[in-house]
Every structure is written in structure tokens, then in C-alpha cells.
């Protein structure tokens, strides 16, 4: 969708369609925004920590066709999960919820999926995600929630998950 809004931002401006088709391939997102973070044994991470609500992991779950272990949660803002069922039944194996309060999503997602854990610890919930995890999966922390329980902001959240990530995979 960003990709989606940058294409008619330039052809908006006078670019031409030769200029876009070249320059596509350097197009980075921002920050915090379905952003790749590390790959490990085949695995890749994206950090989708701005997708505060679940119309923004619904967008997300949609931009992929691998397997996906989804790290979700925090403060809840009142979500339907409901809207997810579908994605979720399709494309995610495993959930981690990541946040003080769990109970909601756990009454909604515990019994749907074969894998399912909560914690309010970043580090385990990425080694949960890992230990489910096999090459061509993809780790994807889109949240839906607010970050206020364990994080000073959504952007705290992501960089302590990419750093996180580079760590474990990285021993850095």
C-alpha cells in the first residue's frame, strides 16, 4: 500500500513511468512498517510495529503468502479479532501474545491455533516464535495494540525487537 501511494505520489508529480519501474526496486519503507529486521536459518523478521489496530495487521497478514508466526498484543484498544479469523485460519502456525494483559486475545485465538503462547517478555516471545519456526516462515511482530503496557511507544517497541533479533540471531 505505501509502495501503492509512493507510485501515484510521483506519477502526480510528472515522473515517468520508465523513472518508476527503475527506481521501485530501491523503494524503502519507513520504519517500523512491515520492515525486514533479520533472516535466520531461511526465517525472516519484519517489524510491523506501527500496526497498532487490527486494520493495520490485516494488511500486513495480507502482504504475505509464507507461513507466518504472528507476536501480537499489548493494550488493547477495544479490537474486534473477529476481522482476522480468516487470515489467521490461512496463513498464520503459531501466535505469541506479547503484553501484561493477554486475556482477549487468548479467548479469542488460544483455542484456533495449534500454537499459541503468551508472555509479557519481548526476548521470549521471539524465542517462542523461533522454536516454532522453520525455514521459509516468517516471524512477524504486528501488534494491533497499543505499546503503553511494556513499551515508551510503538517505536521503542520495534527497536527493542530488532535489536532483539540481532542478538539472538547475531550474537551481537
Known sequence: M???????????AGVSWESIIENLPTFENAPHRLEPC?????????????????DAV???????TKPIILIIGGVDKG??????????????????????DNSKLAAHFGEKLTHFAQTNQL?????QAM???????IILLSPACASFDLFKN??????????TVKRLIHGD
Open 2 to 12: 505505501n509502495m501503492s501511494a509512493a507510485i501515484l505520489a510521483a506519477t502526480s
Open 38 to 54: 533479520g533472516t535466520w536459518q531461511g526465517v525472516q523478521f519484519i517489524n510491523d510495529s506501527k500496526a497498532t489496530n487490527v
Open 58 to 64: 490485516y494488511y500486513a497478514l495480507n502482504s504475505f
Open 79 to 100: 479490537n474486534d479479532y473477529q476481522v482476522l479469523d480468516n487470515l489467521v485460519n490461512d496463513r498464520v502456525k503459531g501466535m505469541v501474545c506479547l503484553g501484561i
Open 123 to 127: 526476548e521470549d516471545a521471539i524465542k
Open 131 to 137: 522454536a516454532w519456526a522453520n525455514s521459509g516462515d
Open 154 to 163: 510503538y517505536e521503542d517497541r520495534g527497536d527493542q525487537f530488532k535489536s
